[in-house]
């Protein structure tokens, strides 16, 4: 049985362990916050009797033998690498880190203390994904990708009266690039790599984030075009367009759907059952992997969360986006 303590007691925790709950060899052992009352209330929900409301007492902890860190962005790196030197497994989610140069913290620290780290991408461990990657050779030479996730953020109404949330607050590094965009980059590098050139725009809010973007991507034999917003809303689907045809997916953040529509005007819906929470599918990733013994995922990998960090650190810098975290 791994025993996971978690950190952060928000939405994103809740939803993690509606899946979790699924996954057999995954218990919740622990529960951190930075207040015992909010601790207590969140741990009193799931029946865990073990709180924390300091981190590096939990680290040393022999409570947990693995942790899911969800707290804001730019507490990432410092927490994992903290876990990480306390030999603890750990699930971070996305975005993994601020820049490119704390993914390479957090990686060294996995390395050298024999332990798992793997980015909390649900998406491309959800068997829709893997569907697309088992199916993709049928649309031919793959000549480009167009994908969106603009979702009109709850806290935006509250930042347009003068509050500035975490999630329009560059302390934390966050804004729509941070919190959305790598939901249409990651899959892109799981299925083509890295590509050759970045050209980046964005709109920029008084706060010093980006409300959302546009990034066109170059590769040798085909390109990409990506979209993400915070301030508007669409529910267009991604496209792979290839010569023989295009594979569509429904929902890029998490697929629910996906299909094939050939040149020849027929079509194949490539779709597979997908009955567990969404999370889950990563849940079961993640514990399987710590049961094998392996230090990364080959989905989540090591090299995938630097590609994607690196190229939103381009895109940062061709928009104008500095983090605090940049400048440690």
């Known amino acids: 049985m791994i025993r996971i303590g978690v950190i952060g007691t928000n939405w994103i925790t809740e939803r ?13 052992t622990a529960v951190y916050s930075r207040t015992e009352e909010k601790a207590k209330e969140f741990a009193g929900k799931y029946g865990v009797s073990t709180i924390f409301t300091n981190l590096e007492e939990m680290a040393a902890s022999d409570a947990i033998d693995a942790v899911y860190i969800a707290s804001p962005n730019s507490h990432h790196c410092r927490q994992a690498v903290l876990f990480l030197q306390a030999k603890k497994h750990v699930l971070c989610e996305k975005p993994m ?5 704390e993914v390479k913290q957090m990686i060294e620290a996995a390395q050298q203390n024999g332990v798992l780290l793997m980015e909390a991408m649900k998406s491309t461990i959800m068997p829709n994904f893997r569907s697309v990657q088992e199916n993709i050779a049928k649309i031919g030479e793959v000549r480009r990708f167009t994908a969106s996730f603009c979702q009109y953020s709850s806290r ?13 607050n560059p302390e934390f590094s966050s804004g729509s690039l941070m919190d959305l965009g790598i939901y249409v980059l990651y899959p892109l590098v799981v299925l083509f790599g890295k590509p050759n050139k970045v050209q980046a725009t964005g709109t920029m809010l008084e706060s010093g ?17 990506v ?8 529910d267009q689907p991604t496209e792979i367009q290839g010569e023989l045809g295009s594979i569509l997916i429904q929902k890029i953040s998490g697929p629910v759907a996906a299909s094939i529509q050939y040149r020849d005007g027929t079509a194949e819906n490539i779709t597979v059952p997908q009955d567990m929470p969404s999370m889950y599918y990563e849940a079961e990733e993640f514990v399987g992997l710590i049961k094998q013994g392996k230090m990364e995922s080959d989905i989540n990998s090591f090299s995938h969360s630097l590609s ?6 381009e895109a940062r810098r061709q928009i104008g986006i500095v983090f605090p975290a940049d400048r440690s």
């Open 97 to 101: 880190a601020s820049n490119a140069a």
């Open 227 to 234: 979209m993400y917003s915070k301030i508007t809303q669409s």
């Open 308 to 313: 994607t960090m690196e190229i939103m650190d």
């Open 16 to 28: 993690f362990l509606e899946g979790a709950k699924h996954v057999a060899d995954l218990s919740l």
């Open 156 to 168: 935006y109404d509250a930042y347009k009266q003068g509050t500035v949330l975490n999630a329009f």
């Open 209 to 225: 984030v980006d409300g959302q973007g546009s990034i066109l991507l170059s590769y040798d034999d085909m390109e990409a075009v």
